[in-house]
Structure formats: structure tokens, C-alpha cells
């Protein structure tokens, strides 16, 4: 089967997306927000059906691990309370896709992340979606403040509170950044791409997978710029005096393949081993045009995971072997799905 | 001849070195400065002999576009004053080596920048530098606060005064930040990179070049993230209603080939054209070792490219040519010593 690791709900029901325009309003002006509407079976099958599922059914993959829009999640927006309420309905929303669709997504939630708010925060929401929605992973924002880039590294020891629950549901996190407010950054052009390497460069000078030897991060974007400048890293490491990336930081990290052509995607295979790469394609998501060059989808990734000599085992791997090891809570639910 | 477009003074003398430190302490503690230290030829001679000079002799590169350390700008320390007198000695100390080594070095000069200083006051250092001592561009720092990207993006009209002086000396900027003073980055192994992604998305982004048709940026250490992720940008500018990137921004910016590995290099020209293509090695610069891989130095970035079946024409524009189109005064130059 084929596995994509990288959907997000871009399509999401008006109504949902004009709840959060009017939490954002009621925020601005001190009043209290609406009451969430109600979104029927029906509205979420359209938002879907003619978007990722049919996508899906092209181009041939059988399951996304699904999760909100990421430049929606908007946790530099209001306080506490306010990414709370989102995060919450917007979780809500991808588990009735799930329920919807059991057979094609499985959900990864958004955390209630709030600039200057403690992590700790977001470990219940976390718990709620893997204990009661039967979610298998979330996105974790590494920057809320959008594009200021004012909390601590991912190493640092405020994060470990929400580690060590990541670490005892046995549940990845992928780094993924949401919108900005500083001009100097486009969300899906640079930002997203900026906070890969970013997080890369982190974990290379860190003892973090040391102190949390089963902790696992998918770093979405092909891994930003770390496999165009693999030797650079590698050099690095060397420089800093930390161990070789094989046999540390990727025992843990983990890059999908939303590289969205091909020379890209033979370079990512080209450099990082193949039990480190993830297949995915973020669709629908920041790129939704047709290459001119190819005359196809430029986020159609498995075109360009098709047309690598991969053996039959890498391929399985790049597929779904590796998805259901980063993902152990997948693969459970896969297992119980085929009995 | 090979033109390599990026050195960087890494190995000043430990006096320059050592002044700035008191010119730092001073500052902190509201006193003056301490008088520039006299610094020999012949120290001058002892940190580029056995440095740079050594290792373009061994590399085979003839001429070296030399700035002052890039980490060592740090725009972020001080006020204007500092960064001015810094900026100046740094960049006198360039000329210095320029003198001693005419036919191996021509300058690039750093500039006084400084949080909230308006670019236009940098203008009368990139004047001096070019006009008095015979530099041939400048690096521009898009984030003089070091890493907190508090300026506005570099297609901002507050830039302009900076760029019609550019245009009218007929000079390039590299685009190119410094050192960090926050957590989340690493100077050169996330910042620099992250900066080269940003700069290149704010120029797509935006009719700078149409208002400027003659500036031109080199965008270092292989333009970042950008050519890994080329169908990603690609694909932006067809969703964002902006040109194709030929014919638009490549017309304005170009990449080097600091890029320490050769599938990295590879994919570079595999997706930009060699017109846009300089050669560069950042050498002596981040990554000084060794790759186990190769047993040569990561940034021997001749040996990678040497290893691309290029044609003659396209080889001598990488190597020589198009450093002449970009730096027209690196043109003039060569000319009038060939004489």
C-alpha cells in the first residue's frame, strides 16, 4: 500500500473556516466567539471527495495521515484560549474525516501552541486525539510567534514536558510551521522551508535523542535544504565535534518527499538513506498547479518516487514500511483494520 | 581563469580580531574605543600565505572576490557608530590584502548596517570602497538584527536609495547575513541558508527588478534551499500570478556553487542555467574538513564542479564568465592588468 504522510485539511468546510475569521474577530473586540456551527456529513464528503480523495484515487494512495490546514493553525493568533478552541474543533473536524473515511486517513492533530505559553499546555490536547481520537501523531509548531521565531530550540528542556508524552504514547511529531506575521517570510516559499533546516541544524548540535532515545520527528519539506546541502552538514558536524549524522540525528529525523520535481527527489534519495524517507506530497497544499516541464501535478510525488531504481524493499519502505515504524500507532490501526 | 566570487577574510589577524573585541567591551561599557592597531604587511602576508593562497594554489583558482568575515559583520552589536568604524577597518584591511596580492584578490565590501539605521547610510562606505579603494560589490545583509528579521524584506522601497547606487556604480550585492544572537539558528548552518531561501522568495515575490532592471544579487552557498526545492518555486510563481522565474528573477540573481557535496552541485545545474551559475567555495569558511566520503575538503567546490560534463563555453562562464557579467568592475579590472 501506499501511505502518504503529509495531508493537510486544505479543503475544510466554509463554515469551519468562517468560525475561525469570526473567533478571530470576537477576539479583536473582546466578545465572545460564535458558537462552532454545525458542518454535516454531507459538507465534509464534498470538501473532500472531489479534492483529496479524488487525488488520491489518481494517483494511486491508499491512506493520508491527515492533520488541519498547517498555515491555518495560526498559533501566533489571540492567547491561550483561543488556539485551545481551534486547535480543539479543528482536531474535531479531521476525526470526522477519519470516521467518514476510515479506509483513506488517519489523523495528526494540531497543538494548542501559544506564543510564550508552556508546552506542558499541549499535552492534553495531544493525549485527547491519540487516547479518544485514535490519532497517531501531531504537528508541532516550532515557531508560534509566526515567523519571529521567539521561543526556544526544539532542544531545548522546555519542550521535554510534551516529549516525554510524545515518548510514552509512542507518537511522532512532525515540525511544521503555520503562517507568518513578518514580512520578510512567504509561508509555503520560505518559512515552512526555513523551519526544516532550522530544526535539522538544532537537532545536529544536540543531545536530545540521547535524552529521549525514542523520540521521532518527521522534518516535512524534503527536510528544507539539508539534503541540497548534505555535505555542509555532514561537514558541520564534523567541525562542531558532534557524531556523524548516520547512526545519530537519523536515527531519529525523518524527511517526507514533498519535493515537488524530480531531480530534487533523486538528489533527497541520492544522500539520505531510504529508511529515513517518508513518501508524502502535502496535497492539497502549497503548490496546486500543473509543471508545465512535465505537463503533470507538481505535487504529484509519486511520479517521482515511481521513476527512482529503488528496490522492491526500498520502495515498500519509502511507501509504508517506514511510515508504520515512525508511526507505530498506524501501523496498529492498519493491523486491525486487515483483520 | 577561475574566479572564485566568495572568500571571506576568516583569517584576519588576531589584532583586527582582538579590536573589535575592545571595540565590543568598549561599547558595553560606554567608553571609547581603543585606537585600530598598527598590523603589518607582513602579518597580513602570514594569515593569507598559509591560508587562502595555499589552498587556491593547490585548488587551481587564480582570483579570489574577498569580503570581511561574514560572521564577523554583526550588524546587530552596537549602534551606527560601531558598525561604521567596524565596517571601515574591515574593510580597509581588505584593500590591504587586495594591495598585497593584486593579481589573487579583488574586495567586496562589508557595510555599516545597523537595526533600524535606514540603508541610506551605508551608501557613503559602498561609494568609498568602490570609488577610493577599487572594490567590486558589496554583501547586504537582509537581517542586520541577526536573526530576529525585524528589517523589512529586501524589495521594500527603504532599500531603494541603496540599490540606485548600486545600479548607478554598476555593482552586485551578495545577499548575506551574519552571526545570530537568537537560539533558534545556527549562523552558518541554518541562518545563512535560511536567508539565501527568504531573499530569493521576496524577489520573486515582487516587481523589484522591473523597477531596477540592472541590479543584480548573488545569492550564496547555492541560492539555499532554492534549487532543491526548484519545482516548489516553480510552482509558487505560477500559483502567485508571478513570470516564470527565467526571464524574470534569473535575469537579476545568481547562485554560487558553495554547495560541499556533488550531488548537491549536480542538481544545482541541473535546474539552474549555467549563465546563472558563479563559481565560489566560501573557502576558508564554515566547513574547513574533511569529507571521510571523499577524503578531499568538503569545500573544494572545483572538484565538483570539474566533475560536471559542461561544455568549454558553459565552463568558462561558471568559472569566469559570468563573475565578468555580474561584477563589471571585476571585468575592468582584469582587463586593465592584462594589459
Redesign the interface.
Known amino acids: 500500500m501506499i501511505i502518504d504522510c503529509h495531508g493537510h485539511y486544505t479543503t475544510a468546510p466554509a463554515a469551519h473556516t468562517s468560525w475561525r475569521e469570526a473567533q478571530q474577530a470576537a477576539y479583536r473586540s473582546g466578545a465572545q466567539p460564535p458558537r462552532y456551527p454545525e458542518i454535516t456529513d454531507d459538507e465534509i464528503r464534498e470538501t473532500v471527495e472531489g479534492n483529496q480523495l479524488r487525488l488520491m484515487a489518481e494517483r494511486g494512495i491508499d491512506l493520508t495521515v491527515f492533520s488541519p490546514r498547517a498555515s491555518a493553525m495560526g498559533h501566533h493568533f489571540g492567547d491561550e484560549a483561543v488556539s485551545a478552541a481551534w486547535a480543539r474543533v479543528s482536531n474535531d473536524l479531521i476525526a470526522r474525516v477519519v470516521e467518514l473515511y476510515p479506509d483513506k486517513f488517519i489523523g495528526v492533530c494540531q497543538l494548542p501552541q501559544s506564543p510564550g505559553v508552556p508546552i506542558a499546555n499541549s499535552v492534553g490536547e495531544l493525549r485527547r486525539c491519540v487516547e479518544e481520537l485514535g490519532f497517531v501523531g501531531c504537528n508541532l509548531n516550532?515557531?508560534p510567534s509566526g515567523?519571529?521565531?521567539t521561543?526556544?530550540?526544539l532542544t531545548?528542556e522546555s519542550w521535554y514536558p510534551f516529549y516525554e508524552v510524545m515518548v510514552e504514547l509512542d507518537v511522532p511529531a512532525m515540525v511544521h510551521v503555520s503562517a507568518v506575521t513578518?514580512?520578510?517570510?512567504?509561508a509555503?516559499?520560505?518559512h515552512y522551508?526555513?523551519a526544516d533546516?532550522?530544526a535539522?541544524?538544532?537537532f545536529?548540535?544536540s543531545d536530545l535523542f540521547e535524552t529521549f532515545p525514542s523520540l521521532r520527528f518527521v522534518i516535512p519539506?524534503?527536510g528544507?535544504?539539508v539534503?541540497?546541502?548534505?555535505?555542509?552538514?555532514?561537514?558541520?558536524a564534523?567541525?562542531l565535534g558532534r557524531p556523524p549524522l548516520a547512526g545519530s540525528v537519523m536515527s531519529n529525523v525523518f524527511f517526507d518527499t514533498c519535493?515537488?520535481?524530480q531531480?530534487?527527489i533523486?538528489?533527497l534519495f541520492?544522500?539520505v538513506g531510504v529508511d529515513n524517507i517518508l513518501f508524502g506530497s502535502e496535497m492539497v497544499g502549497?503548490?496546486?498547479?500543473i509543471?508545465p516541464?512535465t505537463g503533470q501535478y507538481?505535487?504529484d510525488t509519486r511520479r517521482y518516487v515511481d521513476a527512482l531504481p529503488l528496490s522492491g524493499s526500498s520502495r515498500q519502505g519509502v511507501y509504508e514500511g517506514n511510515a508504520r515504524r515512525v508511526y507505530p500507532r498506524l501501523d496498529v490501526a492498519l493491523r486491525q483494520r486487515s483483520r
Chains 1, 2 share one sequence.
Not at 513578518?182 to 512567504?186: D, R, S, T, Y
Not at 539534503?227 to 558541520?236: A, I, M, Q, S, V
Not at 502549497?286 to 498547479?289: K, L, Y
Open positions: 516550532p515557531d515567523g519571529h521565531w521561543s526556544p530550540p531545548d513578518n514580512p520578510n517570510f512567504h509555503t516559499g520560505s522551508l526555513n533546516t532550522t535539522f541544524m538544532q545536529l548540535q519539506h524534503g528544507g535544504a539534503p541540497y546541502h548534505w555535505g555542509r552538514f555532514r561537514g558541520l564534523d567541525m519535493v515537488y520535481h531531480p530534487g533523486n538528489l541520492d544522500v502549497a503548490v496546486r498547479g509543471d516541464q507538481f505535487d
